[in-house]
């Protein structure tokens, strides 16, 4: 997303305004003042590019001092309180303070012109560095230009009925997706569902930006036929090449305007035996990763993992959120989790527990200010979403999270991401968040709810309409026109 945007304003239109004819005389004294006026400024401007250029040439990500020692010190990490100092520096972005500038005062105009105008972004309006959008202006008038152009087709697959295919229940949406025992795979299904549902979709491929797969791959997993992974890859090889066999879209680009939709761990290596499948078409999947073998960033699209839950429509106030922390999940699989509990798990100040804690999974949620998302098997689980769900700031312990929406959202503005090699300094590092900090994040929580919420029948900034979004943003590439047009 472009997100630069530049003041249009010159900054000395004012010294150009021409002296009437009866003020002749003065003229020239008024020129010549005008010129050493000039002078000076464009020394002050240039002196001021060259500042403001040697302070971007250095990483103006540097984390701020902290009174401990940090494994990784390129993650910006919440200062501590510190009512004397103007920022906080993980909400607030570098800003280029008059105060601190060598310029002296009489000057202060035209070190403001330069700034307002200079190529390099600067953000001016506070608002700017406390929203959860990297650009909300953009964002919802692209979404809304989405919403009036893109158009999806899907194979005929998927309206199969089981007498005329053997596999149609693995095309067809699923007829509850809200069944519990599917929480975790409840986006794989819910997209489909509401995606039939949408306006996006279309019954002429030759309009289509997108071409959909429809398998589901919790489907292919709980089917006896298929069930492995290494099963579950051949099926879905097998499917795409009978794809580019019976249609010409395939070919026509090789598969780029294809994606497919996963929420399940064993979805990882659906695409591993197809070449162009894999490398081509677009993964829609809740473990993206930069580590996973084949996810590949830029290209695939991180989908929420979102467990189907009930609406709470009062969210628990700040001030009666009592604990500092909550977390709950088994612990096999994962050492991130192991050295979590052996690090806290006794802190009487925090609620983390490897075994079903004496009050329910929910209140954990509603009565805790920050709630532990922490990498099991693999780098997503339920537990973002139930966090914003619940209105608990989600703190992140996963590395290498390609999170959903980031292109979109802030994440830094309502969450805290932390490395795994920074869970022994977990507690000071909450304990470090001024009131006034975690208000805002609570407040951005609030903003960015709906994106982490599926409807049967998707509504706007939903969690279809931002995942479709991702699709829009990767779309128009070039087709062989010899497959479209015949
Ligand atoms: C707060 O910040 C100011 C300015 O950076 C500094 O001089 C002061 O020592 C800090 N106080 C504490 C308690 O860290
Ligand atoms: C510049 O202005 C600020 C506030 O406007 C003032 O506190 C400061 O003393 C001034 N500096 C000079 C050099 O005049
Ligand atoms: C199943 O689909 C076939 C062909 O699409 C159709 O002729 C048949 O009526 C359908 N059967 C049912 C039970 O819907
Ligand atoms: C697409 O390409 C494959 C391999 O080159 C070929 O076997 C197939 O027939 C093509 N599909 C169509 C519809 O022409
Ligand atoms: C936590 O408490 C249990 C039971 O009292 C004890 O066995 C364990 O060693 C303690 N863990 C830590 C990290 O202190």
């Not at 692209?142 to 009036?148: I, K, T």
């Not at 050295?339 to 527990?353: C, E, H, P, R, V």
Request: hydrophobic share 35%; charged share 20%; glycine share 2%.
């Amino acid at each position: 997303m472009p997100l630069c945007s530049f003041s249009k304003r010159r900054p000395h239109q004012h010294l150009l305004r021409s002296p009437s004819l009866d003020q002749r005389r003065p003229l020239v004294t008024l020129r010549l003042l005008l010129l050493a006026v000039l002078m000076v400024l464009t020394l002050v401007i240039s002196l001021r590019f060259a500042l403001l250029h040697q302070s971007f040439s250095e990483p103006w990500y540097k984390a701020p001092e902290l009174d401990f020692e940090l494994t990784n010190n390129k993650i910006p990490f919440p200062p501590k309180a510190n009512k004397t100092q103007k920022t906080n520096m993980l909400y607030e972005e570098p800003t280029h303070n008059a105060n601190r500038s060598p310029v002296p005062n009489d000057t202060a105009p035209a070190a403001k012109a330069s700034a307002d105008d200079s190529n390099i972004q600067v953000p001016r309006e506070s608002h700017k560095s406390v929203s959860p959008y990297h650009n909300w202006e953009l964002f919802s008038a692209d979404l809304q230009e989405m919403l009036r152009n893109l158009k999806i087709f899907v194979y005929p697959d998927i309206s199969m009925n089981e007498s005329s295919s053997l596999f149609a229940r693995i095309f067809l949406p699923h007829p509850n997706p809200f069944d519990p025992k599917l929480g975790n795979y409840f986006s794989e299904h819910m997209f489909k569902v509401a995606l039939l549902q949408s306006s996006l979709i279309t019954p002429h491929p030759e309009e289509a930006h997108f071409f959909f797969l429809p398998f589901s791959i919790n489907a292919l997993r709980n089917d006896p036929r298929v069930h492995s992974e290494a099963s579950i890859s051949e099926f879905v090889s097998q499917y795409t090449s009978r794809i580019s066999q019976e249609f010409r879209f395939w070919n026509a680009s090789e598969g780029t305007d294809h994606f497919y939709v996963c929420c399940h761990s064993v979805g990882r290596d659906a695409a591993s035996k197809h070449h162009d499948l894999h490398n081509n078409a677009i993964q829609v999947i809740c473990s993206s990763s930069y580590f996973q073998r084949l996810y590949i960033t830029h290209k695939d699209v991180g989908l929420p993992q979102v467990w189907p839950r009930p609406h709470e429509r009062v969210l628990n106030p700040p001030d009666a959120r009592h604990r500092l922390v909550f977390f709950a999940g088994r612990i096999q699989n994962s050492n991130i989790r192991h050295q979590l509990i052996a690090s806290w798990g006794n802190d009487t100040y925090m609620d983390i527990f490897s075994v079903s804690p004496s009050f329910s999974y929910e209140e954990g949620f509603r009565r805790s200010k920050f709630c532990l998302h922490v990498k099991g098997y693999e780098v997503n689980t339920a537990r973002v979403s139930d966090a914003i769900h619940y209105g608990c700031i989600p703190v992140i312990i996963s590395d290498y999270y390609d999170l959903p929406f980031a292109n979109v959202l802030d994440w830094s503005k309502f969450s805290i991401i932390i490395s795994h090699g920074d869970i022994p300094h977990l507690k000071k590092i909450l304990l470090s968040i001024s009131r006034q900090m975690y208000l805002g994040m609570y407040h951005n929580l609030c903003l960015v709810r709906r994106h982490f919420v599926w409807h049967t029948r998707p509504r706007d900034y939903d969690s279809f309409h931002m995942t479709a979004y991702q699709l829009w943003l990767r779309r128009s590439m070039h087709r062989l026109s010899s497959h479209t047009l015949t």
